[in-house]
């Protein structure tokens, strides 16, 4: 296993679109970073408060999402699949290595944003006369952002197992971040089903990573995320197990 998902990880390292994605995570999450401490009121800047939901605050999640669907799409767009299939003819092990190689994508990802955030906040709350708390509590939330970010990783490489279509994936992925779960959230609440729209996945990894709240507590957040993962590549290694590559 831990050569197939070395195998995965020089695939990624050398092709060209994870170059654009890290580009995007570092230019926006630092672009939001100074945003946000710009426009911060004064008496909040030193708040451990204001700082955690800072960290929180980068697109890590997202990118590592959409990094674990392409790393999967790409194979079937490019054609790469087949070869892929004859050197690993177990497909549960072709589904599983991209699944970890996501995974520790998504905590790479993470770290740089985290990265990024500090080093853009750190300047800025000093400049304005307050200082930035670095104590356990910022310790945990990081640890969970790490932790949301890799799940959304693993979880974008089962959607991408599971839909094969890169295009396709990308759109319904996004589309179901940045629209759809919020206007299934919003019908649930008209039937006053507030609380089950907490089990649905960007809610539950959000509550997880601490970026949501009123939501599932952390611990049920990550259950609940790590579920999705679960079940997510089991369908996409039943549609990849099933499918013609010749």
């Not at 990265?115 to 200082?131: K, M, Q, T, Y």
Request: net charge negative; aromatic share 8%.
């Amino acid at each position: 296993m831990t050569t197939l998902v070395g195998a995965e990880f020089l695939k990624l390292r050398t092709t060209r679109g994870w170059i654009g994605y890290v580009l995007a995570l570092v230019v926006l999450t630092g672009i939001g970073t100074a945003a946000q401490v710009g426009s911060a009121a004064e008496v909040d800047l030193g708040t451990p408060e204001f700082q955690r939901d800072l960290v929180a605050g980068s697109l890590a999640s997202l990118i590592a999402f959409l990094v674990g669907i392409t790393s999967v799409t790409v194979e079937w767009r490019h054609g790469t699949i087949t070869r892929t299939l004859l050197v690993t003819p177990r497909r549960e092990l072709h589904v599983a290595a991209k699944g970890i190689a996501a995974f520790l994508a998504g905590v790479a990802l993470a770290v740089l944003a985290v990265a990024v955030v500090l080093a853009v906040a750190i300047p800025f709350i000093v400049a304005r006369d307050a200082s930035f708390v670095l104590d356990s509590g910022l310790g945990a939330r990081v640890g969970r952002i790490v932790l949301a970010a890799a799940l959304w990783g693993a979880l974008g490489a089962g959607v991408g197992s599971l839909l094969k279509s890169q295009t396709f994936a990308l759109v319904a992925g996004i589309l179901w971040i940045l629209l759809f779960e919020a206007l299934l959230t919003l019908l649930l609440g008209l039937v006053d089903l507030d609380s089950a729209a907490d089990f649905l996945p960007a809610q539950a990894l959000g509550a997880f990573e601490g970026s949501v709240d009123d939501a599932l507590s952390p611990v049920a957040g990550g259950v609940v995320g790590l579920a999705y993962v679960v079940g997510v590549s089991l369908l996409g290694w039943f549609r990849v197990e099933h499918s013609d590559v010749t």
